[in-house]
């Protein structure tokens, strides 16, 4: 079994061993990979565990884990909304990145059943967001931001979706503007081959497109599910990436393992922007460099001209709305993580048990047919 796998006592207590012993042979190497078993091995697979349902109902346990950064103006009604949970989780975690606004001695003072893990300094999302999931005691965790507060029902119907499917990894739902609930902020990720990670319906009103479950490439981590050992299967989330579009690569590379994502439209509010805004670089640098790693880690060389030709298009809106500087540091900011890029990129394709041609389907990359357009196909 691989580090990040289910303890055998629980699994025995679902009554899944008698009957995944079946499946395990040949497939083991793959979990010790990280990967999803192998095509010809999943539908023995997912027979056992359909076999194990049947056996034991019994419930995935679940942890929430909260990344703060100076968020404590938000957190009240995060919990808040937490805490109202139809299906509340095993265990709230908030990993804090040496906030100096009270986040800690308020949560020490206000909500003393959640579990604080305080780092001395930011140290970025990714880093928090991998100490909450290796200190979570769970079978599945949740990362909810800050400026996030949930429906009643959302846990509850994020993790009915984790459990409909053995091979689904991740969870994504349907994130709105806190304040105008009305206008969409996500309903799961779009990566194309130029590089771009669309965000499907982003900034457009909530007209009921969206209400339909189905697969996705990924979810956005602000508010999604992940089944924890699939995650630790794949490396967790990539700490050289700091903030923004971890999420991102934390899908393909579950996608390029054999993973899915699932959508389940059941809203979580955001308020967008938390306590970004005092991030030293600007989300745009961010985004720029951290863009040109994920490219580095996978994509094909003759993916290379779509890549170029985005590159070039950013550029120039950048110079247009003059921040080119600040755009060209982003892209700077990338160089001293471009070798250890390189290094994954060869392991990380060489494990690989899906094409990055299915994982990054053709689809075009400008115009109103362009993953994430609000007239796009489907």
């Known amino acids: 079994m691989a580090p990040g796998g289910r303890r055998p006592d629980r699994k025995e207590q679902r009554g899944e061993g008698e009957h995944e012993d079946q499946a395990a042979h040949g497939a083991e190497e793959c979990r010790s990979l990280g990967r999803h078993p192998c095509t010809e091995h999943r539908r023995a697979v997912g027979v056992a565990r359909s076999c194990a349902r049947r056996e034991a109902d019994a419930v995935l346990r679940v942890a929430l884990v909260i990344p703060n950064w100076n968020g404590r103006g938000w957190l009240e009604g995060c919990l808040g909304s937490v805490a109202a949970q139809s299906h509340p989780p095993d265990e709230v975690i908030v990993v804090d990145n040496g906030s100096t606004d009270g986040s800690r001695e308020w949560l020490a003072e206000r909500w003393p059943g959640v579990r604080v893990i305080a780092h001395a300094e930011n140290l970025g999302f990714a880093v928090a967001a991998n100490r909450g999931i290796e200190a979570a005691d769970a079978d599945a965790v949740a990362l909810v931001n800050t400026d996030v507060e949930l429906a009643p029902d959302w846990l509850e119907r994020m993790l009915a979706a984790l459990e409909g499917g053995g091979d689904v990894a991740a969870v994504a739902c349907k994130m709105v503007d806190l304040e105008r609930p009305h206008r969409l902020y996500d309903t799961g990720d779009i990566l194309r081959r130029d590089g771009v990670c669309e965000q499907r319906g982003r900034f457009h009103e909530d007209v009921g497109r969206y209400e339909q479950a189905g697969e996705v490439f990924a979810a956005c981590a602000g508010a999604a599910l992940y089944r924890r050992d699939a995650v630790r299967g794949v490396g967790g989330f990539d700490e050289s990436f700091f903030a923004y579009l971890e999420d991102v690569d934390l899908g393909l590379r579950l996608r390029l393992a054999g993973w899915r994502c699932f959508y ?12 970004s805004g005092r991030l030293a670089r600007p989300v745009a640098g961010w985004v720029a460099r951290n863009t040109l790693l994920l490219v580095v880690k996978a994509f094909p060389l003759r993916w290379a001209p779509l890549v170029l030709y985005r590159q070039a298009a950013w550029a120039w809106r950048a110079a247009r709305a003059g921040v080119l500087r600040a755009h060209l540091a ?12 390189l290094r994954e990129r060869r392991r990380l394709l060489r494990a690989a048990v ?3 041609e299915e994982v990054v389907p053709s689809r075009s990359v400008r115009g109103s047919r362009a993953g994430g357009h609000s007239r796009a196909p489907e």
């Open 264 to 275: 389940e439209p059941v809203e979580a509010r955001h308020a967008g922007g938390g306590s």
């Open 330 to 341: 982003g892209l700077a900011a990338a160089l001293p993580a471009l070798g250890g890029a």
């Open 354 to 356: 899906v094409p990055m």
